[in-house]
């Protein structure tokens, strides 16, 4: 551990009260949901317990549904619907309590944001409204007996919050998904009572509510309000330079602590392609501090210690907020405290975590493969077990997969030779780090490196592109292969499972070819029938070197999937602005020398458009050439190979966290003489 008196960030781990409680140091994971909730209760526990153990002095839920009305059903957040919640909740303070930490819960009410799938109660709002969610269901505007009951549910659930151990307990109106949000925005709040109209009366119901939370929890916990103070919307929206600031006045002393932060959900968890810079909230945040005496906690992708410190110093923050930066490294606070900032595993800014919440399963990290798996798998972001023996092994190809791969075995002691085509390590990711705004992509690659280069049990052969022969030659008995994939020029997709035929054709390149510099016309077309960022990315990339880009795609919108990572508007809207043509809803159906020939994939109507090459984003083929060489020869083979594994792109192409993770558990597995890292199941009966 380093001389923390000397240490330039000593004021990061000053404990700091937020009412009747303190928390040891100024680490703080602000709420995060983990598409784990209220149905996978233990995986919840052991996540946030790990947060805890890495030194995070206050850990909290993600949103707390406090009624069947606040009824999110499919997506999974946490519960504290009535008693019987309460034991899966204590469970996860007495875990937070074990490391000293705090333990925070996010309470909410979510109005006309919940469709209430589940439950069939009409969702309630602050005025007539359809929900914001796709669903044909409409909220009802509430009459004072609901405004009454609402109160009423957050005080017992508050209740109930203090019964499972909480320390500090929120009110909750932030991303837009709020029914006490709601309220404040005269774009839902047409109401003529003393809820709707000025100022004074919107902020009647939070005010109200801050105030009875405060007699439920009693004088020994604290209450914490988070409040988005700008939706970037200009004067269509709430704005820290107008009723943001005029709100956080009128409630300034009543909170405990004040959890601020820009909505909706896309703005505060906006990708590093959209905010590459930490800090990012700062400007519309920073006011806060000045407006009250009560700590402050906001986020901003935090991952470097200086950064933070300047946060501090400044009088921007009391409290370092991190929902991302603590998913990607739960040990970045002991870290820092260690002076083992080379160590520190940073976020991307990929939004691969927040995908698995929208797409209700269970969360994970491109950075950290043991995220969501600290129960089900028993896995640990920093302790690997030591083998039982030393093994030799070969892993090939230094990409994502290999690279995490080589990391996780040789900390379980094994020796390991890595062994790289060409004469960089990073695969894909060094690739496309070099695409706009996927610089920090590169920290996937980098953190390993970094890793690999203080283990003395890792050699890394550059430079080496290795075939069967060269395999055998090694003697090495475990191989793992690693060779990534390459996206495919036939056009073979979800849109055409069998390709498209070219006879005559414009040139057809591949993003590999993009990469490799090659020689482009002015007048370009992109084919994405992949759907996720690299269509989207690569027309943008195009656009910049000069090119006149059209995006062709199947889908409906530009990068469909990357809806899930909050980003689909953000690139749609920007390559609208760039002058990228877009073309939504057709397919391919020939491709001459300078006509595209596309078909309507609802009419099947046909027309023409000009280009003079296409770059076909479709889908990728396994680079498994050394794979099959070696599974032939194998046979031969006076002593066999004990292990030969494909893993990441090279066995089936998907993520880059699939990737790394497939690494991940390649290695563990070769730990477990043969037999699978299977997982755990819950059963919910048996933590009542
Ligand atoms: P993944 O995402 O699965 O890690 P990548 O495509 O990112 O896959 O990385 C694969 C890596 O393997 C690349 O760096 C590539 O240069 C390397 N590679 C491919 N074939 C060989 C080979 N025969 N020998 C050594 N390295 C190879
Ligand atoms: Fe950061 Fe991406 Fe991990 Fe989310 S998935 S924590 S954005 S690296």
């Given at each position: ?5 000397n240490s330039?960030y000593?004021?990061?781990?000053e404990?700091?009260?937020?009412g ?5 140091n ?6 995060h ?6 149905a ?5 526990v ?9 030194g ?16 999110l059903?499919p997506a999974?957040?946490?519960r ?16 937070v309590?074990?490391h000293q ?6 309470l ?8 209430n ?5 009409p ?10 969610v796709m669903?044909?269901?409409q909220?009802?505007a ?5 405004i009454?009951q609402l109160?009423?549910w957050y ?28 309220f ?9 009572d003393?809820?709707g ?17 405060r007699d439920?929890?009693g ?7 988070r ?6 919307l200009g004067?269509g929206?709430m704005?820290?330079?107008?009723e943001?600031?005029e709100?956080v006045?009128?409630?300034?002393e009543?909170p ?7 909505s ?28 009250t005496?009560?700590?402050v906690?906001?986020?901003g ?10 946060q501090?110093n ?12 603590s ?20 976020c991307?800014?990929?939004?691969i ?5 929208n797409?209700?399963?269970a969360i994970?990290c ?11 798998r028993?896995?640990?972001p920093?302790k ?10 070969l892993?090939?190809?230094a ?9 996780q075995?040789a900390?379980q ?15 894909r ?10 610089a ?12 690999l ?5 890792v ?6 592109q290795?075939?069967?022969a060269?395999?055998?030659d ?9 060779t ?19 006879e005559?054709?414009m040139?057809v390149l591949?993003?590999?070819d ?10 370009i ?5 992949d ?7 690569i027309?943008e990339a ?5 090119c006149?880009v059209?995006l062709?795609?199947?889908a409906?919108?530009?990068?469909a ?8 508007h953000?690139?749609?809207?920007r ?5 990228v ?5 057709q397919?391919?159906k020939s491709v001459?020398k ?24 479709t889908?990728r083929?396994?680079?498994?050439k ?7 020869e ?29 690494g ?14 299977l997982y ?6 048996s933590?009542?």
């Amino acid at each position: 551990m380093s001389d923390l008196k000397n240490s330039p960030y000593a004021v990061l781990f000053e404990p700091v009260a937020i009412g009747p409680v303190t928390a040891r140091n100024r680490f703080y994971q602000v709420p995060h949901c983990t598409g784990l909730g209220h149905a996978n209760p233990k995986a919840e526990v052991a996540l946030r317990a790990t947060k805890a153990e890495g030194g995070w002095g206050v850990v909290c839920t993600q949103e707390v549904e406090i009624h069947p009305s606040s009824d999110l059903t499919p997506a999974l957040e946490g519960r504290l619907w009535d008693d019987q919640d309460i034991p899966a909740h204590r469970a996860m303070t007495n875990a937070v309590h074990e490391h000293q930490s705090l333990a925070g819960i996010e309470l909410v009410h979510n109005g006309q944001h919940s469709a209430n799938m589940g439950t069939r109660i009409p969702p309630i709002a602050p005025s007539h409204r359809p929900v914001d969610v796709m669903h044909p269901v409409q909220a009802r505007a509430m009459d004072k007996q609901d405004i009454k009951q609402l109160r009423q549910w957050y005080v017992d659930a508050a209740k109930r919050a203090r019964v499972a151990g909480y320390d500090i307990v929120y009110v909750y109106a932030g991303h837009n998904m709020a029914t006490l949000m709601h309220f404040l925005l005269p774009r839902y709040n047409d109401r003529s009572d003393e809820y709707g109209g000025k100022l004074v009366n919107r902020v009647r119901l939070l005010k109200e509510t801050l105030c009875d939370v405060r007699d439920a929890v009693g004088t020994d916990c604290a209450i914490a309000l988070r409040l988005a103070v700008d939706e970037l919307l200009g004067s269509g929206g709430m704005q820290a330079s107008d009723e943001g600031a005029e709100i956080v006045s009128m409630l300034a002393e009543i909170p405990d602590l004040w959890d601020v932060n820009i909505s909706g959900w896309s703005n505060d968890s906006a990708t590093a392609r959209f905010e590459p810079d930490e800090g990012y909230q700062e400007k519309y945040t920073a006011f806060v501090k000045k407006l009250t005496s009560k700590p402050v906690v906001g986020v901003g992708r935090f991952t470097s210690p200086g950064a933070m410190v300047s946060q501090i110093n400044r009088g921007v923050l009391d409290f370092i907020g991190a929902a991302r930066p603590s998913i990607a490294d739960p040990f970045l606070p002991n870290k820092i405290l260690a002076g083992e900032l080379e160590s520190i595993r940073e976020c991307i800014g990929c939004n691969i975590c927040v995908s698995s919440d929208n797409v209700v399963s269970a969360i994970r990290c491109t950075q950290n493969p043991t995220m969501g798996e600290e129960w089900r798998r028993g896995w640990h972001p920093e302790k690997m077990p030591k083998a039982s023996s030393s093994e030799q092994v070969l892993v090939i190809g230094a990409g994502p997969a290999g690279l995490e791969c080589t990391l996780q075995l040789a900390r379980q002691g094994h020796s390991v030779l890595l062994a790289e085509a060409t004469r960089n390590v990073g695969g894909r990711v060094l690739t496309e780090s070099s695409l706009p705004g996927l610089a920090s992509y590169r920290r996937v690659s980098d953190y390993r490196q970094q890793q690999l280069r203080v283990l003395p049990n890792v050699e890394l052969l550059l430079d080496n592109q290795l075939n069967a022969a060269d395999v055998v030659d090694t003697g090495i008995e475990h191989v793992f292969i690693a060779t990534g994939a390459k996206w495919r020029r036939d056009g073979l997709g979800r849109q055409h499972p069998q390709g498209i035929l070219y006879e005559d054709a414009m040139p057809v390149l591949t993003p590999e070819d993009i990469f490799a510099g090659k020689q482009l016309p002015e007048n370009i077309t992109v084919y994405d029938d992949d759907h996720y960022y690299l269509g989207g990315v690569i027309a943008e990339a195009l656009h910049h070197s000069g090119c006149h880009v059209t995006l062709v795609t199947p889908a409906n919108c530009v990068s469909a999937w990357t809806e899930h990572t909050l980003e689909q508007h953000k690139i749609h809207t920007r390559l609208l602005m760039l002058g990228v043509r877009i073309i939504t809803a057709q397919q391919i159906k020939s491709v001459g020398k300078k006509r595209l020939t596309l078909s309507c994939i609802y009419t099947e109507n046909l027309s023409e458009h000009e280009s003079e090459a296409i770059v076909m984003v479709t889908s990728r083929m396994p680079s498994d050439k050394v794979y099959q060489e070696v599974l032939t020869e194998c046979h031969d083979l006076a002593t066999p190979l004990r292990t030969l594994k494909r893993i990441g792109d090279c066995l089936a192409p998907s993520t880059v966290a699939a990737a790394v993770y497939s690494g991940h558990l390649a290695a563990r597995e070769l730990g477990l003489d043969g037999t699978k890292d299977l997982y755990r199941r819950e059963s919910l009966q048996s933590i009542q």
